[in-house]
């Protein structure tokens, strides 16, 4: 659990810690005197939600858009043979692989950035109470 209760938790904790690539079951938990509890929840599961992405909505995107777009040039063929069959096969598994594991590091990477983002925008909000 990582309990923020300043703005320099934010700053030494959240913007200028070292993070995880897959927190787990890691929570951060806002305990913040300057903001009501409505904002204090809202932030708490804003920042929790990019902290834990994990990237598998896009890797799965990126997954199915290389899968969809290998089938309509690999399918049509005028004619068959189970070599070109089977190498089309391969082919296929690593692009698909190889696609969905980009995406998933992609989602990941952008979750980060906008995680920092949403800790600076709180610390303004701080500044400014």
């Not at 959240?14 to 305990?31: D, M």
């Not at 189970?82 to 989602?107: D, E, H, N, Q, Y």
Request: charged share 15%; hydrophobic share 50%; net charge positive.
């Amino acid at each position: 659990m990582i309990i923020i209760k300043t703005a320099s938790d934010i700053q030494d904790r959240l913007l200028a810690g070292k993070h995880k690539l897959f927190p787990g079951k890691e929570s951060i938990v806002l305990t913040i005197q300057e903001l009501d509890t409505t904002a204090l929840t809202s932030w708490q599961t804003r920042l929790n939600k990019l902290y834990h992405e994990c990237g598998c909505s896009l890797g799965a995107t990126f997954l199915l858009a290389a899968l969809a777009i290998y089938l309509f040039f690999a399918i049509p063929t005028p004619h068959f043979s189970f070599a070109l069959f089977l190498g089309k096969l391969i082919l296929g598994i690593i692009i698909v692989f190889i696609s969905g594991t980009a995406g998933k590091f992609l989602g990941v990477g952008i979750a980060r950035i906008r995680f920092k983002t949403a800790c600076k925008h709180l610390l303004n909000q701080l500044h400014h109470t």
